[in-house]
């Protein structure tokens, strides 16, 4: 689980150069851990490709954090996703039922 929060968290981070803002919250009703971020988003041709190993929209990316982040869920028993938010930013979600 740590990993999985060191790789989402530093995209985040990543995200949200010259400012903004990073929401971590943990929802026991939907069980759902959220972390938010206020940057730019994700674009749709990027979002295809998301947990793709090896693929980076980023200059110097690898492409592994999110392909990790996958498997360590998955074999937790855990769903994941990565999408937009409608107030702009991205929302990554752990479901953990």
């Known amino acids: 689980m740590e990993q999985i929060l060191v790789n989402v ?3 985040a981070v990543e995200a949200i150069t010259g400012g903004g803002e990073i929401t971590i919250a ?6 759902q851990l959220r972390i938010e971020d206020s940057g730019k988003g994700i674009l749709p041709e990027v979002e ?3 947990f793709t190993p090896f693929y980076s929209s980023k200059k110097n990316g690898q492409g592994i954090g999110l392909t990790v982040a996958r498997e360590i869920a998955h074999k937790h028993g855990f769903g994941i996703s990565l999408t ?3 107030e702009g930013g991205a929302v990554f979600t752990l479901l953990l039922k």
């Open 26 to 31: 943990l929802d026991s009703v939907n069980h």
């Open 84 to 86: 937009n938010r409608r």
């Open 48 to 50: 295809k490709k998301l």
């Open 9 to 11: 968290i530093k995209n």
